[in-house]
């Protein structure tokens, strides 16, 4: 259901490191939660952020939901194509449907976040 | 990630269920609480759903709804006075969009107005509403020669809408759909079932409102998605329904209209019938209307992707000018949309200003409305 490959936070993100790089994305409960998603606001490439900070914001036709840092660092990628298909994350939460990739300040934060089988109890309700 | 969605807060009063609560929930639709009720948002998508009563139909469950009889002698009489739309000019078996209004000619209530005979009237009036709309009418009844009953458990209601709607619903029932003209409405049997019938509906595309015994909810609504099914009939839930009746630029109460805005002032001049005689709020509205409007409610599209919400303030150069009243991401149009009452020198259409969406001013531009209309 959840990848194993990631980490999770209590706001429905992901987290997936690969030494130092982290890609950052929504879950596939958080999607649904949310419905058909028209606009997503990107942060810039090279900003830093800090845990928590407000990453930027993912709009559906109903609601506008605030994207969290789940992990300190700086911008280093960000979807592109979610300009023009918001929807992929609707699709595809948990691949295609990345959304921005960052380069780590520390690596202990990973420690706080949720393994796969945590969060799916989480989602469960 | 925290959502902030832009419905109605949950009330302390004990959620309500319309008679399709099973239905929904077996067709796996996703429910939220609703002017006190617990209703369908979406079922496979708000963009589907949306798309589906455009080009096919949808079939809405909208027994939340309040139906309202005044029947007497003087029914006609009081309505006349409590609405501002002239009563006089249906016939039995016509329908009319009003408003309830305050004697500042702002609204209780907008409503639909159906006459059965000349002693012989049907209200129908939003959700979140009855409760206040019946104790208004209930006190201005005082002293006129009628009966005034919240019939609104007896009834479900049933919303089909869209370009296959006469085909899906002809079949089920007697009365000659083609020749039925919009806004008129018959006592027929659907799928045996007595009910209502009433070519209306709020999402800017042909369709039936279907009024049937509440207990025969569950037979209504199968039959007409069995009767649907080949046409590409879908249930649609409450997001598409908002979607849908705003490009169609139909007017929400609680977001675009209210007790603080005049009938004037919502650009629904054309359910105000000065000339009929007294009504409440006359003198407010002839007064507004011999002074000038310094606002309206006018139609706007904002040029970036950020979707402009209810609350949001209109600016222009420099200064909050307005406030949006309802916006959203157009599925049909795929633009974003909205409404917002601006002043009066920002109101013709080009006229630009900007929205502060989340602390950034987007540009916006006036546009004509409705945003959507029908082929016909």
Known sequence: MFPNDRRYTKEHEWVKVEGQAATVGITDFAQKEL???????????GRAFALGEVLGTIESVKAVSELYAPVSGTISAVNTLLSDKPETINLDAHETGWICKLTLAKLGELDELMDAATYAKLAAG | MTTRVSEDPVTDRDIRKTPLNRAHREAGARMVPFSGWDLPVQYTGVIDEHLAVRTRAGLFDVSHMGEVDVVGREAQDFLQHVTCNDVSRLSPGRIQYSALTTPEGTFVDDLLVYKRGDDDYLLVINAGNTPKDVDWLRYHAKGYDLRLEDVSDRWC????????SQEILQPLTTAAFAAMKYYTFVQDNV??????????????????????PAEAAETLWYAVLGAGAPHGLVPAGLAARDTLRLEAKMALYGNDIDDTTTVLEADLAWILKLEKGEFLGRDALLRQKAEGLTRTLVGFETEGRAIARHGHKAVSQGTEVGTVTSGTFAPFLRKNIGLAYLPIGLTPPGS??????????EPAVVVPTPFYTRAR
């Open chain 1, 35 to 45: 419905g058909d998603i028209v606009f997503v606001e990107l942060p810039e490439i």
């Open chain 2, 157 to 164: 209601q049933l919303a089909l809408q869209g370009p296959r």
């Open chain 2, 191 to 212: 799928s045996g079932v007595p009910c209502i019938v009433s070519r209306t509906g709020y999402t800017g595309e042909d369709g039936f409102e279907i009024y049937g």
């Open chain 2, 352 to 361: 630009r200003f900007t929205i502060d969406i989340r602390g950034r001013e």
